[in-house]
């Protein structure tokens, strides 16, 4: 019998005490878009197709929706995104077995094993949810400041572009190129809190972009 995924616990997590509520569909819905996407990315990465990726985010979401009025996360027991990742791996390799029990008939040959969680997919959670993170801020970022300033500063904060290359490409000067840096470098590492304090408990965040 797979373990039960929602386990109470004693403490409650600021991220969920908004969809506690079924009429508050505006809350569902940022959760929802909130970490979708990293559930999403850990399928994905986990070889499923983008469809078999879209089943598992719909089973677990559906699955926590019903038993959401009933569920504490206990913070002290790890990050909430690490239960996430957690409960989307138990979705993950089931469906792989359905997979392979469906190709197994297809086929008629046996259906192959499907390997045991290991220290590899905790590693690659973290990579998702820190590129997860990353993306949410940066979103931020954009919607804070103008296009010019947003595509110099990616450029060469971001992507770590020689300033020689950013002014080529962007036919930007010197000073435009370090002044986009020097400005939204401030203002990346507060979008980069306000989405860890967002998504609750969240990993550090990313060190900051150097200033050259």
Do not use: C
């Not at 819905?29 to 990465?45: D, G, H, K, T, W």
């Not at 590129?131 to 110099?152: D, K």
């Not at 435009?176 to 203002?187: F, G, I, M, S, W």
């Amino acid at each position: 019998m797979p373990p039960t995924p929602f386990q109470p616990g004693s403490t409650h997590s600021s991220v969920l005490e908004g969809i506690r509520d079924p009429a508050n569909r505006t809350a569902w819905e940022r959760f929802f878009n909130q970490y979708a996407p990293y559930v999403r990315a850990l399928a994905e990465r986990n070889g499923l197709r983008h469809a078999d990726a879209e089943d598992v985010v719909q089973t677990l979401f559906s699955e926590l929706a019903t038993r959401i009025r009933t569920f504490d996360y206990d913070r002290a027991k790890g990050r909430f995104h690490t239960w996430l990742a957690g409960a989307a791996l138990y979705r993950i390799r089931d469906l792989q077995r359905r997979n392979a029990r469906r190709d197994a008939r297809e086929t008629a040959f046996p259906a192959p094993d499907v390997p045991a969680p290991d220290d590899a997919f905790a590693v690659l959670a973290e990579e998702e949810w820190l590129a997860h993170v990353r993306h949410l801020a940066l979103e931020r970022l954009r919607a804070q400041v103008s296009p010019r300033q947003f595509e110099l500063f990616h450029a060469a904060a971001i992507e770590e572009w020689p300033t020689e290359k950013t002014m080529r490409v962007y036919t930007a000067s010197r000073d435009a190129v370090y002044q986009a840096k020097h400005r939204l470098t401030p203002l990346w590492h507060d979008a980069l809190r306000a989405v860890l304090a967002d998504l609750d408990a969240p990993p550090p965040p990313p060190p900051p972009p150097p200033l050259t």
